[in-house]
C-alpha cells in the first residue's frame, strides 16, 4: 500500500495545487465539486452530486458496514500572499485551513480503496460549505445530512492537517481528538473566521469567541487544564485575520466542557501556513 500512495504523490500534488489555485467559498464549490466528481468516476465509483447544495458523495461496494471517510472543500474569505507559483488566483479567496489538501487526500485513499476487495462500503463524503452557513445558519455537513448522504453509516472518519506537526507525523486518539468547543464570553462582536458577524446581528453565531487552542499558542489559564491540545495547529478565531499576521484577545472567562478556565491572552502567532 505503501508503494502504491508513492506511485500518485506527484498526481495528488497536481490535484491539490489546483484546488489551491481556484479557491471556493461556502456552497459555491461548483468547479471543485466538478474536479472530485469527475475524478471519482475515472476510477469507476459510483457518484452523487449535488448533495447538499454543492457537495459530492462517492460509493464504492455495497452493503454493510458502511464507514463514510469525509473531507471539506471549501475557502476563506482570506486574501493569499504566499508567492508561490500554484498561489491563489481568485481575489479575495484562499485555502488557508488546508482544505484543498484534505479534497486531495481524500481523492488519493479513492484511487488506493478502488482496487481492494473491501467488505460493505466505504462512503465518501466530499463537504461543502464547512467553514460559514447558508442564509438559514445551516453548515455543508446539515444540509448533506437533509439530502441522504448519513444513511445507513456505521461510523465516519476525518482528518485535519497541521502545520505544527512535522511531515509525515500523524496524530490519532480514540473518540474525540478536539474537546467541545470553547466558548468565551463578553466578546459579542467576533465569530469564526470563515462567518464573522459585527455587532452581533447573528447572536446564534456570536454567542462567544471560538478558538482552537494549539500547543504553540501562548495562554495564561487558571482552574482546569486543558488535558490533551485540542488541535495539531495553532489557531485562533477572529473577526477577521490576515495571512502573516498574529492576533491577541484580552482576558476571557471561558468554558471547557464545563470546566471553567480564566484566559489571560491567546495569541496565534505563526503566519497562515501554506500547504505544499
Known sequence: MYERARAIQERLVALRRDIHQHPELGFRETRTAQLVADTLRSLGIRVQSGVGKTGVVGYLGEGKPVVALRADMDALPIQEM???PYASQ???????????????ILLGVAMLLRDLQLPGQVRFLFQP???SGDDEGKSGAERMIEDGAMEG???VMALHVGSALPTGAFEIDAGRLRHPEPRAAG??????IGRPDPGGKRPERTEGT???VGPDDHLAREGAPLGHHLMADALA??????PGQGGELPHLAMEIGGDPI???AVRASRPVPSWT
Open 82 to 84: 504566499n508567492q508561490v
Open 90 to 104: 481568485v481575489p479575495g479567496v484562499m485555502h488557508a485551513c488546508g482544505h484543498d489538501a484534505h479534497t486531495a
Open 129 to 131: 460549505c464547512e467553514e
Open 153 to 155: 453509516v456505521d461510523v
Open 187 to 192: 466578546h459579542p462582536d467576533a465569530g469564526h
Open 210 to 212: 471560538r478558538m482552537r
Open 237 to 242: 478565531d477572529f473577526e477577521e485575520v490576515h
Open 262 to 264: 480564566s484566559i489571560q
